[in-house]
């Protein structure tokens, strides 16, 4: 009498038969750059434990330079190094064409030092002393906007952003977001002429898990759709009835996805 399947053997015919996209699944990798051990293994091993390939560096010119040897899906960067500065590290990472997010750590709460961070080209930062909690929180959400393949500008018909500075301008002219209309804007441009479901946008843009009945994608897309319609330049976010949202550069014509 045949007994079971191996497990393993089990495990290798689902992955044979599995779709194509579930073989190009890759582990993400991350940079830690800080001189302080205890806290660079401490972030390293919660890192881990949620399923990333971590390297660490202690001063800013070794992390620099794993940074250009190594594509890096995002970069944990300490103000405070033994050589160059984290501030120094972006700048230097940024001249050089890398886009790799940069989460910068800093023990510093003053606006100024974080604003001079944001301006050498990190894309968000922590203050220290912080919980391994919000840090994985904050990586989450740099990594859904791209990766080490996230590109500093992005544009569609008149509309262009600008990833860096967090800029909105259709044909030149710069046009006024709140923080949540550009993250939905943003979320928009990085996925054009594609339908966008609620629960994409509750979970990729307000990162809760929302009941997807709830009417704030809705009433955020009606806010962000007035602003845009103010200029005849602008992409038209379209309503696929039964499905979501596209962002689509194409006029909108009766019989096809309602724009309402």
């Known amino acids: 009498m045949r007994g079971k399947p191996a497990p393993l053997v089990t ?16 582990i993400m990798k991350l940079l830690i750059i800080d001189d302080d051990v205890l806290i ?61 997010p940069i989460l910068m750590l800093t023990a510093q709460t003053a606006t100024e030092s974080l604003v001079r961070g944001l301006d050498a080209g990190a894309d968000d930062y922590l203050t220290k002393p912080f919980e391994l909690a919000e840090l994985r929180a904050r990586l989450r959400a740099l990594l859904r906007r791209g990766g080490a393949q996230r590109t500093e500008n992005v544009a569609i018909g008149g509309l262009e952003l600008d990833r860096i500075r967090h800029r909105i301008t259709i044909d030149g002219g710069a046009i006024r977001l709140t923080p949540r209309e550009y993250r939905l804007l943003e979320y928009f441009m990085l996925h054009p002429e594609r339908v966008v479901t609620r629960t994409d946008l509750l979970e990729k843009v307000w990162e809760i898990h929302f009941d997807p009945h709830s009417n704030i994608v809705d009433a955020h897309v009606t806010r962000l759709r007035q602003k845009l319609r103010r200029h005849p330049a602008a992409p038209q976010i379209a309503t696929v009835r039964g499905f979501g949202f596209m962002l689509t550069a194409e006029p909108v014509l009766e019989g096809q996805p309602d724009s309402r």
Request: aromatic share 6%; glycine share 10%; proline share 4%.
């Open 40 to 100: 660079r293994e401490y972030v390293e091993r919660g890192l881990r434990d949620d399923g990333y390939t971590v390297d660490g560096a202690e001063t800013g010119g070794e992390g620099a330079l794993m940074a250009r040897l190594a594509p890096y899906d995002a970069i944990v960067l300490d103000v405070q190094l033994p050589d160059l500065s984290g501030y120094q590290v972006a700048e230097l990472l940024r001249a050089e064409g890398q886009t790799t």
């Open 11 to 26: 495990t290798v015919r689902n992955l044979a038969a599995a779709p194509a996209a579930w073989h190009n699944i890759r």
